[in-house]
């Protein structure tokens, strides 16, 4: 399984735009790119997957360059309520019938301030 | 549709006591697995199950932590003889049957169940 690396933790302020860096050099052919976000004392929350070039949804943007080993999530115009723990993944888990245990790194704590 | 619920929301044992937690999946989920957090750590997968089978438990412990999914009723975490160590949040998360082909099978988690050992 691939392994990631991202900033442990990050600071913003209100109305700014935020990427957060996820590097994965042994990312493998079948494996996907899925970011989750954690507020405290909650669970995960799926947030944007992708496998490559650029995903976006009503939360988030995630742009894969060619090589896919690193991504970028992308939270426009943050708030206070998007301080939390973003993770991101890597691997195959729930696709196309895999095994599906997710592996979560230690993720990067976003702080946004007013 | 309810989420995927966990109780106790907080629970607290004395060493050498046993811990239960409980979790029901999200309706038409039939697929659980058990992670758990340590403080300032990511999530530690532990064990998959589907309804009546464990399907993979390289995350477990091999003493003292045993989990099942049975036919009818929540998904149980049971941790024996607890210690000190065992103090955590643990998550469960539900999905829907693996659908294969191109489809992504999100996983659904509850709030969790944080294990005070005293």
């Known amino acids: 399984l691939a392994k990631t690396t991202q900033p442990i933790s990050m600071d913003s302020y209100e109305g700014q735009e935020v990427n957060i860096t996820c590097s994965h050099n042994?990312?493998?052919?079948?494996?996907?790119i899925t970011w989750y976000q954690q507020f405290p004392s909650q669970g995960p929350r799926f947030i944007i997957q992708?496998?490559?070039t650029k995903v976006t949804n009503e939360v988030a943007s995630l742009f894969i360059p060619a090589d896919r080993k690193s991504s970028t999530l992308s939270l426009p115009r943050v708030s206070l309520s998007d301080t939390a723990v973003y993770y991101c993944?890597?691997?195959?888990?729930?696709?196309?019938?895999?095994?599906?245990?997710?592996?979560f790194g230690k993720g990067t704590k976003l702080s946004v301030k007013p | 549709n309810a989420g995927v619920m966990q109780n106790p929301r907080h629970l607290v044992r004395r060493r050498g006591q046993e811990a239960r937690l409980r979790c029901s999946p999200m309706?038409?989920?039939?697929?659980v697995y058990w992670y758990r957090q340590l403080p300032e750590e990511g999530l530690k997968f532990m064990v998959y199950?589907?309804?009546?089978?464990?399907?993979?438990e390289s995350g477990m412990p091999k003493e003292r932590f045993s989990a099942e999914f049975p036919k009818e009723g929540p998904s149980i975490l049971r941790i024996q003889q607890v210690v000190r160590g065992d103090s955590a949040a643990y998550f469960c998360?539900?999905?829907?049957?693996?659908?294969?082909?191109?489809?992504?099978?999100?996983?659904?988690f509850g709030p969790g169940t944080r294990l005070t050992v005293l």
């Open positions: 998360a539900s999905s829907p049957r693996l659908a294969g082909g191109s489809s992504y099978n999100e996983q659904f």
């Open positions: 993944l890597v691997g195959d888990a729930g696709y196309g019938g895999s095994q599906g245990n997710l592996i």
């Open positions: 992708g496998y490559k």
């Open positions: 199950l589907q309804k009546e089978n464990i399907i993979d």
């Open positions: 042994n990312i493998a052919t079948n494996d996907y």
């Open positions: 309706k038409g989920h039939s697929h």
